[in-house]
Each structure stands twice: as structure tokens, then as C-alpha cells.
């Protein structure tokens, strides 16, 4: 392939992928190798087609001394006879890799990138474009295959990805090496690219030789699959995400828990074909802020067997992250020392009383229960509020609640099973439960709070009744101890702009009366 067909090439791709723009600023990495060049080359040759600008970014690790001193002068005359800005940066990698216990090769990537991103912030529009190429893509797919990475690993590296663009993707080593000769243009040739030391250097120097030697067009075949592995991951992704916001839902709707913003219910997620579950576990790792990079097959498989099979247990990620599976939901641990209090919602979605169209705002963003039978009193429970409706306990009574946006303060009920409370002072992860170690109310206006247990002492409520008493809560905070006293610090006042009322009914009260009483009620409030 000749000079101007390797240029249109690199051209058609950058135009196909939308990877320049008229109007970016275009940050360039150039180390003064073969392939940094090119790409400088190539993109002041596109200046001349598409209206960008280019600034030049140049690192010295502090590894090679006075070579690295010459690629340095190197990239300073190339920029200055091109007209190009160059910023120029030197850092010791060796003793960054002392202090961080890192590999030099890893170290010094992080750092190029974080300098990258530095000088891509002082611009707008501005991408950061880097000179991989085929057979760079070809070792980075056989590297993820010996780490024992997936399907998105074979996927290879991306044209582009966030603000890192990647022009040179279309085109070969050897392309590479073709277009230089044909320029005369001279490069550096960094001798650490020749050490075996590297892992990347051994797959360069050791098996893709190997390789080629059995099939010449090894690179271009690699490539491809490259290419089918993406089509194929970002599909399953879409799905897994899917299937993990289908067992968020259901264990949002079926558990209540104490300090977690993520968990997933594991029947739903058992429920999946294997293939589809091994995704939304990546997913899962990757929600957690684990960098898939650090995820093994083998932590997928323990996993796996941890949602799967029953029981619970818990399984330890790289940076110190921990997978969870208890009670039906698995979940990250946020820190140390966490007790979840996680409870299953036995009787979710209790029978349902039908509202006249009054004014009334919508409790955020949730449905009426569905009409279900209440199943028989136990010991205890725990009962998600979750809109305006009516919930139905384990004794068959009924607690009722909507919100009012229109309502005159003569209007306050002052019956002990129905109240009015200003809505804006409570907060929304309401539920109905019995009594728990550790609750207390406010009980002055001075925001002093007292033991939910000696109230009920100082109430008189025997002792026998203590835990059947239905409370509205949300946390360790009572806000209505039902048929009682509510919280001092939610009492409606004339400062109040929203209400939401509760009304407690026995069980065997008439649910046709309950609901007329509840519509006239409604309707002399407001």
C-alpha cells in the first residue's frame, strides 16, 4: 500500500468513527517512537481537511536517563517545525513505583494518562488521541486471554472510549513503519520496548511471532474477532443491566433494608441462562467500583455459585470489596461492621382503597398496592409505605395514608386513629412495623427525644400488646405510635404547606363504611 492510500485509510476511519471534528483540540501523546510519529504526521496532514487544532504532550519517565534526554530534543524539533505545541513533562517513575508498589509499565501508563487528562482539562472540546494500532490490539486480546478475562476482554480496545480516541486502529506495524519510510521521516526507538520483562514486550517479541509464523494474517484475524466479541458484549451488557435492574426492583419491593442503596434478589438473577447471569455479574463487580480489568473468570464463577446455590456467604473482590448473599438478596458491603437488618416483606401489596379525585400530590414516584389477602398474624412486621392506599396488617386492620395539598388547620383530626402530620419534615423511606430495639420519638418542642419503650410504660399499654402496637417509622425514629401520640417535631402547623394523613382501622370494621367515612372525610378537609 502506498504513502497516500495508508493516509486515506487512516482518514476514512477517523471521518467513519467520528473521532475529529471540526472545532476539537486534539491532545496527542508522543513518546518520539514509530507510532506516536505517524500519528503526528497524520493529523497535521487532516489539519489541512477538517478545522482542529492540536497540542502535543511529551513525558519523560525518568527510566532511560540520557536516551530519554535525546527522545525528549527529538519531539521539541519535530513540534517546533511543525508548529505544534508541545508541553513537556518529566517524572521519576522508578521512585513513584517504590512508593506505590506498582510495576514501572503500569505505573508509568497511569501516570502518561493522568497527565493527559491534566492538559485535556485546559481546552474545549479537547480528545486525547493515542497511537495504538492492529498488532497493538492483537497483543492487548492474547494478554486478557492469559489473565482469564471474557468475551469483553477479546473486545478489545476501543476507537473511542470517554475523551481517548485511537486514529491508528485501521492500520498495521508494518503500515506503519511503510508511511514513516515513504515521509523520510526519522523516529526514536526506545530500547525498553526490547526488554522481555515487560509482559506486553514478551507477547510482542515471543508469541505473536509464533503466531504469525502459523498464519501470516494472524493480526488481521485477531482483529476481527476483536471486532464480533464487541458486537456480542455490548449486547449481553444491554441485557444484564436489564436483568440486574429487574432483580433491583424486586428486591426493592420485597425487602426491607437498613443501609444499602444496592441490592439484587437472587431468585430473579438464578432465574437467568448461565451465560446471561455471568454478565450481570460483571455488571454487579462493576456497579461496585471494581475496574474490570481486575475481575478473573474465577471471580465470576465464585459468584455465580454464591447467587445460585443456596444459603448464604460472601465473596472477597479485588480493592477490598465484598459480595454478600443473605436473606434472599445479594449485595456490596459498604464498609466494616455493617448489619443490613435486612427483612423480608412478607405480605407485600395488601388490599386497596380507591380515593376520590380530591386534591392530593402523589407520594414519590410509586404505585398503589395491588389487592392481595393479608396472610395471618405473626409476631411481627415490616410494611413499605409506598404511595397513597391502604395497607393491610397481619390482624386484618387496615392503615390508610394520602397527601393533602389543601386543608385548613380547624381540620386537624384528633381522634388517636387518625393524624395529620407535615409531610415535608418526615422522610420517605416510611414503613409500618411493629417495635425494635432502639426506637425513640421526639418528644418536646426543644427536638429531645424519648425511648419508645418507656413511653409505652409510662402510656400504660400492658406489656402482652407492646410488640402487636402498629407504628409509623422510618428508621429508629417513631413518627405515630397508632392510637397514640405522634412525633413532636412533624405536628402540622400554620408554617405547614403539605400533609399526609394516616387512619387506622380495626379489623372487622366495614370496608364500605371505611371507605364513605373516609370520602366525607376527605371532603370536609379540602
Known sequence: MDNDNIYKKVRD????????????????????????????????????????????????????????????????????ANNVELKSYRKDIPLICKITKESEEECGRRIRYEIFDEVASLYENAKIAVAHHMNDQAETVIFRIIRGSGIKGLAGMESKRDNVIRPLLCLKREEIEQFLSDNGQKYRNDETNDTLAYSR??????????????????????????GEAKEINDFMEKR?????????????????????????KTDVLSAAEPILLKFAIRALIARSG???KDVTRSHVESLGNLITKEGSGQISLPRGVTVVKESGIVYIRPKEGFDGQIREILNVG?????????????LPGNDVPEKKEPLPASEGFCIPIIGEGSYMLPDNSLVSCRLLNDFEMSGIP???YAKWMDYDKMSDDLCLRTRKTGDYLVINQKGNEGNLKNYMINEKIPKSERDQVPLIASGSKIYWVVGHRISEDVKVTPMTTRVIEFVYKRAGDDLQDIEEEEISEGAENG
Open 13 to 80: 476511519y477517523i471521518i467513519e468513527k467520528g473521532l475529529i471534528v471540526s472545532g476539537d483540540t486534539i491532545v496527542e501523546g508522543i513518546s518520539g517512537g514509530a507510532d506516536s510519529v505517524c500519528l503526528f504526521l497524520m493529523l497535521e496532514e487532516l489539519k489541512k481537511e477538517i478545522d482542529f487544532r492540536t497540542v502535543a504532550v511529551h513525558v519523560h519517565h525518568g527510566i532511560r536517563k540520557k536516551t530519554a534526554d535525546k527522545d525528549r530534543k527529538f519531539v521539541e524539533d519535530l513540534c517546533a
Open 201 to 226: 514486550n514478551y507477547i510482542r517479541k515471543k508469541i505473536m511471532p509464533k503466531l504469525e509464523s502459523v498464519r501470516a494474517n494472524a493480526v488481521d484475524h485477531i482483529n476481527a474477532l476483536s
Open 240 to 264: 444484564a443491566s436489564d436483568l440486574l435492574d429487574e432483580a433491583a426492583k424486586e428486591a426493592d419491593r420485597r425487602y426491607i433494608t437498613k443501609g444499602l442503596t444496592q441490592k439484587y
Open 290 to 292: 471494581v475496574s474490570v
Open 350 to 362: 395488601s388490599a386497596s382503597v380507591e380515593y376520590p379525585s380530591s386534591p392530593v400530590l402523589e
Open 414 to 416: 384528633e381522634d388517636g
